[in-house]
């Protein structure tokens, strides 16, 4: 469904944090309905802006925001594989930025469209990372009811080794696993050879704005109270029994590769987040 605003304010779709620009392709709704979810109408139907307004809002972005070295985050509020008409709109915005010296993430629960994968490995120069979603094995279809399979996820990474110009990330977020499925992903990162991984903290409050939590010291610390200890055991484990490069934010392979300085809180936290990044201090 494609919304049709009598106001619109380029402002109200994006979010700006240090190097970071999230950018949503809605006005409300998901359509995945992930029970867990942190976002407003999460289990309605996406409600999408039209080109004309993603048009407008990448050059109210390169009007007002300097795009180098800058990460481009899609969509925080939305799936933004959910349909066609949904993919249409990222990949204007893929190649809006593709060439202006930034990088672009997207994060999925869905399987992904060979054609897509053909068409962003066109566009990227080596700069867009796709995050894939499964932040749980059991009891998925009744969690997430509205995502894709677990399975038809997995088979995303298939075909990592066809399209070398875009970064697969398995996305273990948020951290919620018993240890059999701890156990059981060990397995899945070796069975499909997945090189980088990604475990995330689980928001608690509705009233957090994510995205930009683990800015803010404070925020990063009280969060990691709750959950640090497991995830850091979590991480250290993929590290042991792995070739997998595993990170605690889907942005620290970004910041490890191609950055000089980390805007993240993390390491603040607790060294063993970082053990993959290049950029940690001794």
Wanted: aromatic share 10%; glycine share 2%; proline share 3%.
């Amino acid at each position: 469904m494609e919304a049709n605003n009598a106001v619109f304010n380029e402002s109200d779709y994006i979010i700006v944090q240090g190097h970071r620009i999230f950018i949503d392709i809605n006005v409300r709704g998901c359509g995945s309905g992930c029970l867990y979810c942190y976002a407003p109408f999460h289990d309605e139907n996406q409600q999408l802006l039209s080109e004309q307004q993603i048009v407008s809002i990448c050059r109210y972005i390169s009007s007002k925001y300097s795009c180098n070295n800058t990460i481009v985050s899609l969509c925080p509020n939305t799936e933004p594989l959910k349909s066609a008409r949904s993919m249409q709109l990222v990949l204007l915005i893929i190649k809006w930025f593709a060439d202006k010296n930034c990088f672009l993430q997207i994060s999925t629960k869905e399987s992904i469209p060979e054609s897509f994968l053909e068409a962003i490995n066109k566009l990227s120069k080596n700069n867009v990372f796709i995050n894939i979603s499964i932040p749980i094995l059991h009891n998925a279809n009744n969690i997430e009811p509205h995502a894709a399979s677990v399975e038809q996820r997995l088979a995303n990474f298939a075909s990592k080794d066809l399209y070398r110009a875009v970064h697969f990330c398995l996305y273990i977020k948020p951290f919620m696993l018993s240890v059999a499925e701890q156990k059981q992903f060990i397995e899945l990162i070796n069975q499909y050879q997945i090189e980088t991984v990604c475990v995330g903290v689980k928001f608690t409050s509705k009233s957090e704005i994510p995205c930009l939590s683990l800015y803010s010291k404070s925020n990063a610390n009280a969060m990691f109270k709750k959950q640090g200890a497991d995830i850091c055991d979590f991480i250290e484990m993929i590290h042991k029994e792995t070739d997998a490069h595993v990170f605690g934010s889907s942005v620290c392979c970004i910041y490890s590769s191609y950055f000089a300085k980390c805007d993240l809180e993390l390491y603040n936290f607790e060294r063993r987040l970082c053990n993959s990044c290049t950029l940690r201090r001794n």
